[in-house]
Nanobody, 124 residues
């Protein structure tokens, strides 16, 4: 069974930067599509960005595109999401999801495995 674990969530001041990590146990992430999603209180879950098995980036949130970087750390079997210039509206539970076909999607249900999420709170 493949288990995804997100980490790196924290309380950060407006304008700050965070790096979230998505790691897996039991199998490599190197060839999978890894998507990042978030859900703020009272709002629907939204897709942020995905990196495909061929390492191509797909952006799903226009408002975040310029502020996020997605990358792979193969040595740690992880996919990283770095967000800068964080604002209060970025406060949410952030999830990663894994698709074994390697193909990206902005649909949560298209993925095969999901993590439990890591909380990001932006507050002064």
């Amino acid at each position: 069974q493949s288990q995804l674990v997100e980490s790196g969530g924290d309380v950060v001041q407006p304008g700050g930067t965070l790096r979230l990590s998505c790691t897996a146990s039991g199998s490599t992430l190197n060839y999978d599509g890894i998507g990042w999603f978030r859900q703020a209180p009272g709002k629907e879950r939204e897709g942020i960005v995905c990196i495909s098995g061929s390492h191509k980036r797909y952006d799903y949130a226009r408002s975040l595109k310029a502020r996020v970087t997605i990358s792979r750390d193969n040595a740690k079997n992880a996919v990283l999401l770095e967000m800068n210039n964080l604002q209060s509206e970025d406060t949410a539970l952030y999830y990663c999801a894994r698709r074994r076909s390697g193909i990206c999607s902005d649909s949560w249900s298209a993925y095969d495995y999901w993590g439990q999420g890591t909380q990001v709170t932006v507050s002064s």
